[in-house]
């Protein structure tokens, strides 16, 4: 077994994980607080399958692709994640915030779907094929910095 092989099976173990966490919250569901942590629970999920697609990619148009949908989640994970926590906390966020902070994450997950056709959220993007898998080297845009 390659060092590939493991890393690729920890992966799939990941994403074994977080499924299993989805399932648990679901059999333990009694409020609000739970809907935001499942969520915040799916989007990990998306992401960690996207990084399984990025590390299985054979060429640039398919890492492209993957990362593409890995973004899907790493976009949402920590805005559900934060709904979840000011909910456990019991800090109330006003809805005018939540509103903007999804209309913010929907157009940066719109800028991340043209790449690369734009400088926006990657500045340059470039695949590197040494190494075990392939590699998305990249300068990051203005809209990487404001979802960061």
Same mark, same amino acid.
């Given at each position: 077994?390659?060092? %590939?092989?493991?890393?690729?099976?920890?992966?799939?173990?990941?994403?074994?994980?977080?499924?299993?966490?989805?399932?648990?919250?679901? @059999? %333990? &569901?009694?409020?609000?607080?739970?809907? +935001? !942590? !499942?969520?915040?629970?799916?989007? !990990?999920?998306?992401?960690?399958?996207?990084?399984?697609?990025? !590390?299985?990619?054979?060429?640039?148009?398919?890492?492209?692709?993957?990362? @593409?949908?890995? +973004?899907?989640?790493?976009? &949402? *994970?920590?805005?559900?994640?934060?709904?979840?926590?000011?909910?456990?906390?019991?800090? @109330?966020?006003?809805?005018?915030? @939540?509103?903007?902070? $999804?209309?913010?994450?929907?157009?940066? +997950?719109?800028?991340?779907?043209? $790449?690369?056709?734009?400088?926006? *959220? +990657?500045?340059? $993007?470039?695949?590197?094929?040494?190494?075990?898998?392939? %590699?998305?080297?990249?300068?990051?845009?203005?809209?990487?910095? $404001?979802?960061?």
């Amino acid at each position: 077994m390659s060092l %590939r092989d493991i890393v690729l099976a920890m992966q799939c173990i990941c994403i074994i994980g977080v499924f299993a966490e989805s399932v648990v919250i679901v @059999k %333990r &569901w009694k409020n609000e607080l739970h809907l +935001y !942590l !499942l969520l915040s629970s799916i989007a !990990l999920l998306l992401n960690e399958i996207g990084t399984l697609l990025e !590390l299985t990619a054979e060429t640039g148009g398919e890492l492209i692709a993957a990362l @593409k949908f890995a +973004y899907f989640g790493r976009v &949402w *994970y920590v805005f559900f994640l934060f709904l979840f926590v000011a909910e456990l906390t019991r800090v @109330k966020v006003p809805k005018v915030l @939540k509103n903007i902070l $999804i209309l913010i994450h929907m157009a940066t +997950y719109g800028v991340i779907l043209t $790449i690369p056709h734009n400088g926006l *959220y +990657y500045t340059n $993007i470039e695949i590197q094929t040494g190494g075990m898998f392939l %590699r998305v080297v990249h300068g990051n845009g203005i809209a990487h910095h $404001i979802l960061m």
